[in-house]
């Protein structure tokens, strides 16, 4: 992939839309990442992403808390352990909404009205293909990888039908994911987060309702979750169909067009092959997990839930370093790249360290919520004593991640993650957790923070020899140079 596209796939979310955003708008949307002071324009950056992310993750915290506290440990266990599957599926086609927002970013930004429309309408056309394939996968299959990942009996039967009705609403959640992300690429990223908030809303108050009204168990949360997937698609394409140009949506337009496809997958697919090989090593660890029983389950997916709050916070800041650094590289601003990577790395240590160490302190109230089962609480805390506490690793690998991909370099970051994160990982489960006396579930828990610490030093030192071979170099000549 060429620069060019890895440039703009980085800086889709900030630099580029909202400067085309800024010449309508009198620059109220803009940041100028070049120059200026980095960690004040960063924060602002990353503080409307953490709320989108922890919105987003509020979809699944409501099912699980509704379900956890209405309908038992095993429906918590059931619903709970069922994410890890649901990524595996999805992970590749929302991949290719990446690809989407970078393209429609592109000729959003050259004015070229006549291809935007087309990436429009290949972009939604595809999204909804996405999903129906989604949601055969997800209804056929569900059943046969549960039992592959060694689901109890008690909780095999709740947690498949949970899946198929959940991936019953798969093509609205690609159309959303799709969506948002053709708003996105013009720097509106305000609508999506209030469609977000009316379907969360909804999603809770069907979740009460169905669970506590109508008693329909897991059934209830997965429905009341369709529901809100189809409520939040519908406001995506309502608003597309209102916009002017090529971004407004013709319903007799929808059709897939050739070369937008093939741009949308070269850029798209191999966020979403990481993505899928990411949640494959989680599904094994999950599988892992689910071997000492639904208490287990139950304790360590509410831990999860909470973990995910600090992860999107962290996550923000990983994001800021792909836009910084990319706008910096494409402006030959090479010396503004180190101070980047230092801000934005301690801005996630400390966002990791503060609220993954609050969360674990906090464990008993927090995991409460979605628990009143105090062995479920147990195992809750052993997760978080291990994974929150050291959470901020993570946060770093991350950012060191966003780093290289904003320099340019998105191959290597991917190789050196599926090896540090994914093999290191399975390796784990299938050595050291195999030995009698450590095979208990915070050895498994262990293999995160041991590879985030590889992995993140093995990231280090790629950054370390990639600035290495840059100094002296013409800095646009080596920018244009460094992916192909």
Known sequence: MKLKNDLEEKTTESSRPESVTAKSKAGKNEIDMVNGPILKKMLIFAFPLMCSGILQLLFNAADIIVVGRFAGDNSLAAVGSTSSLILLLSNLFIGLSIGAN???????GAKKEKELSETVHTAISLSAISGIILAVLGITLAKPILHLMAAPENVLNLSALYLRIYFLGMPAMMIYNFGSAILRAKGDTKRPLKYLTIAGILNVCFNLFFVIVLKMDVAGVATATAISQCVSATLIIRCLCKENGGMKLHFKKLRVHKEQLLSII???????FQGVLFSLSNVIIQSSINTFGDVTM???AAAANIEGFVYFAMNAFYQAAI????QNVGAGRLDRIRPIMVKAVICAAVTGIVLGNLAYLMGEQLLGIYSSSQPVIDEGIKRLAVISTTYAICGVMDTLVGVLRGMGYSIVPMIVSLIGVCALRIVWIVTIFRIPEFHTVTVIYLSYPVTWI???????TCYLLIMKHRVGKPPRKKADEAVQ
């Open 102 to 108: 970078v393209l429609t970013a592109r000729y959003f």
């Open 266 to 272: 070269e850029i798209g697919l191999p966020a979403g």
């Open 298 to 300: 139950a304790g360590s």
């Open 323 to 326: 836009s910084f650094t990319g």
């Open 454 to 460: 590889i992995t993140a030093a093995a990231h280090f």
